[in-house]
């Protein structure tokens, strides 16, 4: 018998039948639909349920062995639909590949995932080359497009534009998901008043694009239909080599429909990210102060210096003091990485000196590492260059860094033994797990045989099955993600780890764009900031006045909060300055990790922000609302930000800095707003709404 056929019964054996009826995937108010009959059911309409079909919708787009991937190139064989789960099963015409398609409606928060897995059913290798997780050719109308942009230190900023006619591609072939873009986009409809926001699950190389073709004839542009497509690229930038009987798994997408604006398409992303996506740990619950080592001893540190920082941090109120590189290194903590051992001159009796000195302060004790790459001159590498990639047959070095494949057994089981080892003998709670390699997408086939396009791809599957294994073995520990600050920052990787730095771009004023964009695309509670000072050094200019240091201090309160700076120099002022501040987000880092976000401003310059920025926590409950507002330069003293979130008909006391300003109406706080005055530029509020008992 024919294998496809053979599958297609045991499939349809475990309770599957054949499609005759229209299916949906329902989440919350928004709806995932399909018509047709028989064998030829089709994606027809994603939105607020009850929408009306799309003329000419597709969300099944591709290429294999040269041939199209459409609706009208495939039949479907079976499906099933259980609760907000729809599982559709299709077969190519011409070729012996099998799609499945699940798509997962998730709760109440109005998102829907796809997640495709290819089955080749034949007897020769099928080459993909290109089947992007989301696809979808979305209705006629005049378009806005959102995405973020920025590389190292200058993340996430908020670029719109219309659409015009031809193609808008980004990407990354860098080996890092979001180092230039982020895989995430919003755009609306403006014609429909309809919004559509997407993230792709993936922490590697992408393509995203956006085509619409000029029709025949007098049709505007307007009248044609939007191709989008979001999935993952393939080393060398080419095709998925997939072998006879091969599953596939390709990266899931997350996508959302919304008639409301920007902020509220990324809110139902933001519910999805906190119910669904990422882990939860207790000893992080709510959000760690940190105290963190590099800024003011970037990989220059030793033991006296670190409990003299720990004694100040405790005093702050921090409550995790993190050691950052360089405790390991000799010569350079950069080309050492993987000989993870104390250095005996800057830690004579090992860390256990300076983990239970950091204990007896009541602070918890954490480290870094780069677990996932050698130093070029440590005696591990020297020892196993063969757990590396390879590039024409060496092994391939960027920098100071060989990169390590997770996909061999040998280098993964390293990689678990050294930091089992490190856990037990330091007693950590938190770990960062650095990331500071572009590895790119040129590979050797491994092994050695024809090349498949998905080295990197192994890699990160075996990388995030890891992550698990940590987590599952050590339940307390707080896992923090880093990459050159936020280079590999996506849904993906935030599936394994419980908080993410980032950037490495620590001045107050670029560091209020950073907090705008990382809070548009993840809710707070994955974006991990610091504050460091008027340098990145860690100093603090102590002539300045105080307003200007809670303004460096509440910048980075816009999610995870930390402190990296040279504490020991500190005025008598702004160490209770510090203390002020740091029991000021304690109090409200509850409210701001489980809030819906709305950005009540522009989004602010990176180099030069002007105006004012103000990013609203509103309680789902409506139950009251944080409001984080800062003047910035060239702006004037007063501002009036119309909250939301807020239940119209119930009563609201506001407070700001603790002192009471009055009783108002949820209405009057929306369609009048809030004044906010601040007598001088670089300056910050934190304004607290709470409903009436």
Not at 404 to 415: G, N, T, Y
Not at 539 to 557: E, L, N, Q, S
Request: with cysteine.
């Amino acid at each position: 018998m024919h294998p496809i056929r053979v599958f297609c019964c045991l499939w349809l054996a475990a309770g599957l039948t054949s499609a005759s009826a229209p299916e949906r995937v329902v989440s919350g108010a928004v709806e995932y639909r399909f018509s047709g009959t028989g064998d030829r059911i089709a994606f027809d309409f994603f939105g607020p349920a009850g929408g009306s079909a799309w003329p000419g919708a597709s969300d099944l787009r591709g290429m294999v062995e040269g041939q199209t991937v459409s609706p009208e190139d495939v039949r479907l064989v079976a499906k099933e639909a259980t609760g907000q789960v729809l599982q559709l099963r299709y077969r190519h015409v011409r070729l012996p590949l099998e799609i499945e398609a699940t798509y997962r409606g998730w709760g109440g928060t109005g998102v829907v995932t796809r997640e495709l897995t290819l089955i080749n059913r034949g007897r020769n290798a099928l080459h993909v080359e290109r089947l992007p997780s989301l696809s979808l050719v979305l209705p006629k109308g005049e378009y806005t497009l959102t995405y973020l942009y920025g590389g190292w230190g200058q993340e996430r900023q908020v670029a719109t534009e219309k659409l015009n006619g031809g193609s808008r591609v980004f990407g990354s072939d860098s080996g890092r998901s979001t180092n230039g873009f982020a895989p995430w986009f919003y755009l609306r409809n403006e014609t429909l008043g309809l919004g559509f926001a997407a993230q792709l699950a993936w922490s590697g190389n992408w393509r995203m694009s956006f085509e619409r073709l000029p029709g025949t004839g007098s049709a505007p542009l307007k009248d044609q239909p939007l191709a989008v497509d979001l999935g993952m690229a393939f080393d060398f930038g080419g095709s998925l080599a997939l072998a006879p009987g091969e599953t596939f798994v390709l990266p899931r997408a997350a996508m959302t429909a919304s008639t409301g604006d920007l902020d509220d398409a990324a809110n139902q992303l933001h519910r999805f990210q906190r119910q669904f996506v990422f882990p939860h740990v207790a000893t992080n619950a709510p959000p760690l102060v940190q105290f963190n080592s590099w800024y003011p001893f970037p990989g220059n540190l030793d033991v006296q210096q670190m409990k003299r920082c720990a004694d100040i941090a405790a005093a702050l109120g921090a409550e995790v003091f993190v050691l950052d590189a360089g405790w390991y290194n000799r010569k350079n903590w950069e080309s050492e990485m993987g000989d993870y051992a104390p250095d005996p001159l800057k830690f004579p009796h090992g860390l256990e000196e300076l983990s239970n000195h950091v204990r007896s302060k009541g602070l918890k004790f954490g480290i870094w590492v780069e677990i996932e790459v050698l130093g070029a001159e440590s005696k591990l590498f020297a020892e196993h260059p063969e757990w590396c990639f390879r590039l024409n047959g060496e092994p391939l070095r960027k920098g100071r860094r060989y990169h390590l494949d997770f996909s061999k057994p040998e280098a993964r089981a390293w990689a678990r033994s050294t930091l089992d080892r490190l856990i037990k003998d330091y007693g950590l709670d938190w770990v960062k797990i650095d990331y500071n390699i572009d590895i790119g997408d040129r590979f050797d086939p491994e092994p050695q045989g024809e090349r498949r396009g998905d080295a990197l791809y192994r890699h990160l599957t075996a990388y995030y099955k890891w992550l698990d294994e940590m987590r599952a073995a050590h339940p307390g520990l707080v896992i923090e993600n880093c990459s050159s600050g936020g280079l590999r920052f996506d849904i993906g990787i935030l599936e394994h780890a419980h908080t993410t730095w980032l950037s490495d771009e620590v001045a107050p004023l670029p560091s209020v764009q950073l907090a705008y964009g990382c809070t548009l695309e993840f809710a707070p509670q994955a974006c991990n900031h610091w504050m460091v000072g008027d340098k990145d050094n860690g100093t603090v200019d102590m002539a300045k006045p105080a307003g200007w240091w809670d303004f460096i201090f509440r910048v980075p309160m816009n999610g995870q909060f930390g402190i990296s700076s040279r504490v020991f120099d500190w005025s008598p002022e702004l160490t209770r300055r510090a203390q002020e501040n740091v029991a000021l987000y304690k109090r409200l880092r509850k409210s701001l990790a489980a809030a819906d976000v709305y950005h009540l401003t522009p989004p602010p310059a990176h180099n030069d922000p002007s105006g004012w920025m103000a990013i609203e926590y509103a309680a789902p409950d409506r139950g009251g609302a944080v409001l984080m507002a800062y003047r910035l330069g060239r702006s004037n003293a007063t501002e009036v930000f119309r909250l939301r979130g807020l239940d119209p008909a119930r009563t609201y006391r506001v407070t700001v800095e603790e002192r009471g300003a009055g009783t108002f109406g949820g209405a009057a706080l929306e369609k009048e707003g809030l004044p906010v005055k601040l007598t001088e530029e670089w300056r910050s509020a934190v304004i607290e709404v709470r409903a009436g008992q």
